[in-house]
């Protein structure tokens, strides 16, 4: 039987925890994170799962410590997996896997290497991503990729939406890739890094959206961060705007004589925002001074008006 030890967190960690199990693995230990009381948690508990399924389970911020590499030691592991853990794992750790030590990513390597890959593909507006099952080394998403699986992104998926379908794609690379990893007869193919691109963790004020780049760049930072995760903002009339979720629709609209160059305005129908371009972005669903406001509301209050925004790049 294969023994394995899994570092994990998150939906990902889970369904590639039970795909696993499902196909017979004995899986020894789980180290994972303990869950952060200042962040939404809207994905399935690590440790819930394993404890359920008898487990043994590990909590710890990295998996740089002593006591890590003692309990993987121990465990004799045949394959070590990452799936989704947030941290490097140290290669005196990766170095007690007798056949593997290999991680899920998710994105299609070389192509966002780092973190956050989901929320940056929807930043920079690509159009498929997808879960890549490679080797670990010491540089992050570099070693050589075993299987990789392509997911369509669409022009309004939310980095949620992506999300979601990555997970699907990360427990069907697994599922079809275990039978020869277990083997020992797994192939796997160097990845030509300077063809990719790499992105650092994403930054609170990475979420400010910058009107100079216009509609579709505004578009695609709105859906990369929208709920679960914290959500675009600017500045309206001195108040925060979350801007939660937008569409490019292609209507032309007039802003009313003498507005801003970069305002928000309402015609009969609907709302937008206006660019200092002149390109329009369709506003959804906002927040505004810390109080969801329905959009019937919001153009009421703008009726034949325009109110100039005032956040980044709005001049």
Request: proline residues 6%; charged residues 20%.
């Amino acid at each position: 039987m294969t023994t394995a030890v899994v570092f994990g967190y998150g939906d990902v960690g889970v369904r590639c925890l039970a795909t696993l199990l499902a196909q017979g693995v004995q899986v020894a230990q789980v180290f994972t994170h303990p869950d952060d009381p200042n962040e939404a948690r809207w994905y399935a508990s690590m440790t819930r799962f394993a404890t359920e399924h008898d487990i043994p389970v590990h909590l710890s911020t990295d998996a740089s410590g002593a006591d890590v590499e003692s309990v993987v030691a121990a465990c004799t592991p045949d394959l070590i997996f990452s799936f989704y853990y947030r941290r490097m794992i140290p290669e005196s750790v990766l170095r007690h896997a007798r056949s593997a030590a290999l991680n899920m990513h998710g994105s299609l390597l070389p192509a966002f290497r780092g973190r956050a890959p989901v929320n940056w593909v929807c930043v920079h507006g690509a159009t498929q991503t997808g879960a890549s099952l490679h080797h670990m080394t010491a540089k992050p998403d570099a070693g050589a990729l075993v299987d990789q699986m392509a997911v369509p992104v669409l022009s309004d998926d939310t980095a949620y939406d992506v999300f979601r379908k990555v997970c699907t794609a990360a427990e069907l690379v697994l599922s079809r890739s275990l039978p020869s990893l277990c083997a020992g007869t797994a192939m796997a193919t160097a990845l030509d890094l300077t063809a990719g691109s790499y992105f650092g963790a994403r930054r609170p004020e990475d979420g400010e959206i910058d009107w100079s780049q216009g509609a579709l760049r505004a578009h695609n930072l709105v859906r990369a961060v929208a709920p679960p995760f914290p959500g675009a903002r600017t500045q309206l009339a001195g108040q925060t705007l979350r801007v939660l979720r937008t569409r490019l629709d292609g209507r032309t609209a007039q802003a009313p004589a003498n507005a801003a160059p970069a305002c928000v305005f309402a015609d009969a129908d609907h709302v937008y925002a206006r660019c200092p371009d002149g390109s329009l972005l369709r506003l959804l669903e906002v927040e505004w001074g810390d109080q969801l406001l329905p959009l019937d509301a919001l153009r009421a209050t703008l009726h034949h008006d325009a109110l100039p925004l005032t956040g980044k790049g709005a001049t």
